[in-house]
């Protein structure tokens, strides 16, 4: 498996497409601090799907940074992506990986302690917690964890997998950066506070400069 540097998850999602070609979008994050790319389209065709997918991929080349697909194997496969982020009621882990190969990166969510104990187990190189807070960018009957709720998640999460990468998601702001990181998030994922900011690039690297300064300020504790 593959060791992620989570700090930064950018997700591009379809309903970005008022702002500019998802693509762009998603090279911007990548120059300026996004760890990771993911690319997420509840609605779309295969095809559509697959035809993005590749256009991401492209405009990603060179820069270094991972891309994965939300919930799509078979579009991660037809596109060429890194990897996959999967859902509860996505393709399980184990049958991911083997289709995916021992390369490829696979992360889950986790909404609760049956998905903590999952992905502890599970063939996968991280694991994001969440919704920590409300968020508007995602239909989500499931209540926020909070911090708390986070703090009892990941400590499930690291003690069945100590080395597993884990970040947060849904209503991260940078106000809110240090709280998650303090109660054990190696980093955040975030949609509109960095792609509806009328400056992506400015936005991305503020992020990445705060998550670092968290981590940096906890591991000095």
């Known amino acids: 498996m593959t060791r992620i540097d989570y ?6 999602d379809a309903g970005l497409s008022d702002i500019g070609p998802l693509a762009e979008l998603a090279q911007a994050a990548a120059r300026n601090g996004a760890t990771l790319i993911q690319y997420r389209d509840k609605t779309a065709s295969t095809a559509r799907m697959i035809g993005q997918a590749k256009a991401i991929a492209a405009a990603l080349d060179g820069t270094g940074v991972p ?12 596109a060429g992506a890194d990897g996959v982020h999967l859902g509860a009621d ?33 063939p996968v190189d991280y694991a994001c917690i969440g919704g920590v807070f409300e968020t508007l960018s995602k239909v989500n009957p499931d ?22 990468p884990v970040g947060a ?12 990181i303090a109660a054990g998030a190696d980093g955040v994922a975030t949609i509109s506070a960095i792609f509806r900011n009328r400056d992506v690039a400015q936005a991305t690297a503020a992020f990445r400069t705060a998550v670092d300064a968290a981590l940096a300020g906890r591991a000095a504790a």
Not at 67 to 78: C, G, H, I, P
Not at 169 to 180: K, T, W
């Open 7 to 12: 700090r930064l998850n950018a997700l591009v």
């Open 67 to 78: 891309f994965v697909v939300n919930d799509r194997v078979d579009v991660a496969l037809a």
């Open 90 to 122: 996505d393709m399980d882990a184990q049958t991911a990986r083997r289709l995916l190969g021992p390369e490829a990166i696979i992360g889950l969510t986790v909404k609760n302690t049956a998905d903590a104990e999952r992905a502890g187990r599970a």
């Open 143 to 164: 209540p926020p964890v909070g911090i708390d709720g986070f703090a009892r998640l990941r400590q499930a999460l690291r003690a069945l997998n100590p080395a597993l």
């Open 169 to 180: 998601i849904a209503g991260i702001d940078l106000s809110r950066i240090p709280a998650v």
